[in-house]
């Protein structure tokens, strides 16, 4: 058996072997074609709910609101415990060691007895050899979900006995844990087909999907934070071992390579950038994510919880909100560009006004008289003129939304504002709109299921163009997808001439609004090794406490602080739940952490 020493307080043999069906012995379930699939169901259910961004555990997803793109208002949620720096090895909530290794443990009891299961008309050799491809991507997965917010983690390519002592586990470098996640994404691509089509097989990962894990891996493991970071070249396990390596450029031109293979393979089988009927370039965007299993989409997780993005980013004023939490903030507001494909704000004074790009075309100190389908007249100039992606994304004052034709009105007692005595409202003066479905019915909890995105093409493009351009600079395919990308949603590409410092800082600000609300920005800041800055400090919307405001009012459109975030050093990896690090003295926590 496997890591049931960091599971689980007290276990016997006898419990250890049992199935799903706490019953049935390994073998009873393994030659029993329905068990093993059964048992194989079983490990999918560990995947994460990244769909529940407002939870009170770390376990789903706090990320996004832990990011400098999102606040969540109700502060017991978990990301709001990690903005106040209130979280600590003994006392957060929850975590994804347990229940990702419980998922591992599951895998290796899968692939060291699934040769037990003869084929037969109903479950032919290919299909049993699908499953097993299946397992190699999820334990690929399941590593890589640990890895990314503890670092080195212990790896196991086994089960592990009770007998066995566990004291010898212990946290392996973070190059050898890449390798084996990329080892087990080969194995899994060698078997999977290159897309899943079938529709009652769709949900389940291709050999696309493996490669694209793969690609991220490997980005990660180029990018800074993990690749030569100072901050942890002295960070050993208790035999004096390195746990982060020295720096390698080879590493990002592996992540190049990576990202172009799933690439090539992705268009190949059909894949390409999710585009609208009317290649209407709101709707190109909007839809990627409420077309279940569209042509961009390479795995995602089966969800129909996935409705409550819907119920915390309804504004008060649509029949049956109820709960607004999903508050944007105003600095990913200001990160989209102009229609003209210009960033329309340079950077900030003191004060945090504003410096406008005078290119861009952007204004922020009147109101328009022109009306269009996504905003009414009166609606203040910062609104106007922004690229699709924007109004695709982001609910903001003046906006039409469902049946809303007089435009959202967020301010203090505003029909879909902050009303006296409530708890529950967007604290930024904004919400979330991507991800969410136009024909959800707040009043009967009712609508469409949809499925979370974990992989999809347009992510490769950027990692390739990101990993590509450290390599060799801004040369032509670098350009290409990330224009690919602009093109889709309706702006110019980008301008000829950039350096490869101008590219990149282009390229993570088209990350920044690409790939917003997808469980990447506070991961991206993390690899990129600027979230002590971004994470840490004020983080602004408008002025949403103060009554009497209109559409008019200048005030209220004025940056206001919302709250002042912690976020130390030691954030950057998560700590190592305590009670593991108390059963087994040889696993080292992470910097930091107590």
């Known amino acids: 058996m496997m890591t049931m020493l960091f599971v689980m307080q007290s276990c016997v043999k006898d419990f250890l072997d049992k199935t799903p069906d706490e019953d049935l012995t390994s073998e009873q379930v393994f030659t029993n074609p329905g068990f093993t699939r059964e048992f194989l169901a079983n490990i999918y259910s560990y995947l994460p709910n990244e769909a529940m961004m407002v939870d009170n555990t770390g376990v789903i997803n706090a990320f996004n609101g832990a990011a400098d793109e999102m606040e969540i208002t109700h502060e017991p949620f978990f990301s709001n415990l990690m903005n106040a720096g209130n979280w600590s090895s003994n006392t957060y909530t929850s975590s994804g060691w347990s229940p990702y290794y419980q998922a591992i443990r599951n895998c290796n009891i899968f692939l060291e007895n699934i040769h037990l299961l003869k084929p037969n008309e109903f479950f032919p050799e290919a299909t049993i050899n699908q499953w097993v491809g299946e397992v190699y991507f999820l334990r690929a997965f399941y ?353 000829a001439g950039l350096t490869k410092e101008q590219m990149r800082a282009r390229i993570r600000h088209e990350r920044r609004i690409e790939l917003a609300f997808e469980t990447h920005r506070y991961f991206d800041c993390i690899r990129w090794k600027i979230a002590e800055q971004v994470n840490e400090g004020p983080i602004y919307g408008l002025d949403i406490s103060t009554p009497g405001y209109t559409m008019d009012s200048d005030d209220f459109y004025r940056r206001t602080l919302v709250e002042s975030r912690v976020f130390e050093k030691k954030h950057n990896l998560w700590p190592i739940p305590f009670i593991e690090t108390e059963k087994n003295i040889n696993l080292v926590q992470n910097p930091g952490w107590d």
């Open 143 to 495: 590593y890589f979900l640990l890895v990314r917010i503890y670092g080195p983690v212990p790896v196991f390519d086994r089960t592990v006995g009770l007998n066995e002592d566990f004291k010898l586990f212990k946290r392996v470098p973070i190059d050898q844990c890449v390798q084996f996640i990329v080892a087990d994404c080969n194995r899994a691509a060698e078997i999977l087909p290159p897309r899943i089509t079938q529709q009652n097989e769709l949900g389940r990962p291709s050999k696309v999907s493996a490669l694209a894990l793969k690609g991220r891996t490997l980005l990660y493991m180029a990018s800074p934070f993990w690749n030569g970071n100072p901050d942890y070249a002295s960070f050993t396990d208790r035999d004096g071992v390195r746990l982060f390596p020295d720096f390698s450029s080879e590493r990002w031109q592996e992540a190049a390579s990576a990202a172009k293979e799933c690439i090539d393979i992705a268009e190949a089988a059909g894949h390409r950038l999710h585009r609208s009927a009317s290649n209407n370039p709101i709707a190109n965007y909007q839809e990627t994510f409420y077309v279940n299993f569209n042509d961009e989409v390479f795995f995602t997780r089966n969800d129909p919880s996935y409705i409550h993005l819907d119920t915390y980013s309804e504004p008060w004023g649509i029949p049956g909100a109820f709960f607004p939490h999903q508050g944007v903030t105003q600095d990913q507001v200001d990160a989209y560009h102009m229609a003209n494909g210009e960033v329309p704000i340079l950077g900030y004074n003191p004060d945090k006004t504003p410096i406008i790009n005078p290119a861009s075309g952007y204004s922020e100190n009147g109101n328009t008289a022109k009306e269009t389908p996504f905003y009414v007249a009166g609606t203040r100039d910062m609104y106007v003129g922004r690229e699709p992606r924007f109004y695709a994304s982001i609910n903001f004052t003046g906006a039409k939304y469902k049946m809303v034709t007089d435009g959202l009105k967020f301010w203090f007692g505003g029909p879909n504002g902050r009303q006296p005595g409530q708890s529950a409202f967007t604290r930024t003066g904004y919400l979330m709109k991507k991800l969410t479905h136009p024909d959800y019915d707040m009043a009967t909890r009712s609508g469409t299921a949809r499925t979370w995105i974990f992989f999809r093409l347009g992510e490769q493009y950027l990692n390739y163009a990101e990993a590509l351009n450290e390599v060799s600079g801004p040369v032509a395919d670098v350009y290409k997808y990330v224009n690919l990308i602009r093109e889709r949603s309706g702006i110019p590409g980008l301008p």
